[in-house]
């Protein structure tokens, strides 16, 4: 069965440190992936989606990841985060052409001013 | 102003009793699903429905029902087989065959004592 691994559960930052946010899912083909986003009180929104073509994503609000098919991974990265970075993050799959998203468990960032 | 409206917010409800959550869009989607939000366990996906009319059992679909009747409309049915149902509950929708993103609504706390 596809499944979605986020290594990181809780992270703490510092505002101004670097993040890299793990993911790695479980399918041999074709992927489109995705990292959504969770501010405290608001709506699941998308941060940034692979489909195809440049592996480096660039998202919304300076984030960005990178598809690395032979390890399949799609790491979540800013070089410098802010307080208003603190929300959930979860990594998804939709894999083999069905339309169904695999989540992974979320990580939690918090980031201290 | 388009979007994915879910209500009530908050719901309490008592041990054995069935309890309905409302999900309705105004994106012109065709499909719409349903998840679970646990602490750590990322969105689970109960129900998903293509097109109207139709439905599928997603990962953890018992104690669940679902209807589409509409477009505009999935509602969910919590029932009282549901052994842990207290959750918070998420309403999504994606326009199939497209790069499969989904929108999501503000979510549904419930509560069961």
């Known amino acids: 069965a596809q499944s979605v691994s986020q290594h990181n559960h809780h992270v703490i930052l510092s505002e101004a440190a670097s993040l890299e946010l793990g993911c790695n899912y479980s399918y041999g083909g074709t992927v489109n992936l995705f990292w959504y986003v969770q501010y405290p009180g608001q709506h699941l929104q998308l941060l940034l989606k692979?489909?195809?073509?440049?592996?480096l994503v660039k998202g919304i609000k300076g984030f960005e990841a990178e598809f690395i098919k032979s390890k399949f991974s799609f790491n979540l990265r800013k070089p410098s985060v802010q307080w208003s970075d603190t929300a959930e993050y979860f990594c998804a799959v939709n894999a083999g052409g069905y339309n169904k998203l695999i989540f992974g468990a979320g990580t939690r960032l918090a980031v201290h001013p | 102003d388009g979007g994915i409206t879910q209500s009530p917010k908050y719901l309490f409800r008592k041990e054995g009793q069935n309890v309905t959550l409302s999900c309705e869009q105004n994106l012109n989607h065709d499909a719409m699903y349903w998840y679970r939000q646990d602490p750590g366990q990322g969105l689970r996906l109960i129900y998903y429905s293509q097109i109207v009319n139709d439905f599928q059992k997603g990962d953890i679909a018992e104690g669940y029902s679902v209807s589409r009747e509409k477009k505009e409309s999935f509602p969910l049915t919590v029932t009282s087989a549901q052994k842990n149902p207290t959750a918070f509950y998420l309403c999504a929708s994606s326009m199939p065959g497209t790069t499969y993103e989904q929108y999501f609504g503000p979510g549904t706390r419930l509560t069961v004592t």
């Open positions: 692979y489909f195809s073509g440049d592996p």
